[in-house]
């Protein structure tokens, strides 16, 4: 008798697959091209680097501390 598990197993494969289907092929592009993603992990780094540039100058004057 069917218990309907593998009917469920089936219906999860497949949200899954429509879920994480589009992600895994964006991944395998980025790691196709190594320049590439080293080049956007730069960017993404520097841009970080603004933000907490800026965060940690208005924590240290909110706080008192000066360089």
Not at 54 to 62: D, G, M, N, S
Request: glycine share 8%; aromatic share 2%.
């Amino acid at each position: 008798a069917d218990d309907g598990c593998g009917m469920a197993r089936d219906d999860l494969y497949m949200a899954l697959e429509r879920e994480l289907g589009p992600k895994r092929e964006i991944y395998r592009a980025l790691r196709a091209d190594e320049a590439k993603l080293d080049a956007l992990l730069e960017e993404g780094a520097e841009k970080a680097r603004v933000i907490a540039r800026r965060t940690l100058a208005r924590v240290r004057a909110a706080i008192g501390i000066t360089r």
